[in-house]
């Protein structure tokens, strides 16, 4: 891409990616630095980049450590997220888990891991020319005004950065709701293992009192 093309396009999609941040935070619990947090979990959704012509940008979780059962470590956890992330049409690439020191105002240093997801996308998927002439027919047909883009003088190029930007916002909508839906399954699949092993000890438990109880109840009675 030229130079201004690729400054225009880049523009475009980092207000997309605003725009997805942006109906997150309102949505949920808003955090510092644009971050939100939904059921104890903070998420972060970083800004988008151009490399090698693909648009990326990375979203995040944090992993709930201190929910964790005793067993259960952080990377057990991000191998169980990831499993159920890679079930999604659009995989992520090079997925890690991050360790991430942060000093607290009382001087407090706190390690915390996060599950940290690339996302890259061809030009070609954030639209194609079939979608810029079946809008630009709309917007003729309806009388609906094009945006302002300076640098981009033709309805058709306008047309583009519209639907660069509304696509990051769809992608990154549901790149954040598949992360929010792995992590849900993660939480619910660990408390359903730790209430079956609590149920069969429970259970091992009650068997030798119930033994006991029976072999009480039938020693005959002394004949006096």
């Known amino acids: 891409m030229g130079d201004l093309k690729d400054h225009i396009f880049l523009h475009y999609a980092n207000l997309g990616v605003e725009e997805a941040r942006r109906e997150f935070v309102e949505k949920h619990v808003p955090k510092k630095k644009n971050r939100f947090l939904i059921k104890g979990i903070t998420y972060e959704i970083g800004s988008c980049h151009v490399d090698s012509g693909d648009f990326?940008?990375?979203i995040s979780s944090k992993i709930p450590q201190e929910a964790l059962p005793k067993k259960i470590t952080t990377e057990k956890y991000f191998k169980e997220v990831l499993k159920i992330v890679n079930r999604s049409e659009k995989k992520p690439v090079n997925p890690k888990m991050e360790n991430i020191v942060h000093n607290t105002a009382d001087l407090e240093v706190k390690e915390r891991d996060y599950v940290k997801l690339t996302y890259r996308y061809s030009e070609d998927e954030l639209y194609t020319y079939a979608e810029v002439e079946k809008r630009l027919r709309r917007h003729k047909e309806e009388n609906i005004p094009l945006p302002d883009v300076p640098g981009i003088v033709t309805a058709g190029g306008k047309l583009v950065v519209v639907l660069?930007?509304?696509?990051?916002?769809?992608?990154?909508?549901?790149?954040?709701?598949?992360?929010?839906?792995?992590?849900?399954?993660?939480?619910?699949?660990?408390?359903?293992?730790?209430?079956?092993?609590?149920?069969?000890?429970?259970?091992?438990?009650?068997?030798?009192a119930t033994k006991k109880s029976a072999t009480s109840k039938s020693k005959p009675k002394k004949k006096k």
């Open 56 to 58: 990326v940008y990375e």
């Open 164 to 208: 660069i930007k509304e696509s990051m916002t769809n992608l990154i909508r549901q790149n954040v709701t598949d992360l929010i839906k792995a992590n849900d399954d993660v939480k619910k699949a660990m408390a359903a293992k730790i209430k079956s092993r609590d149920n069969d000890k429970e259970l091992k438990a009650a068997r030798p």
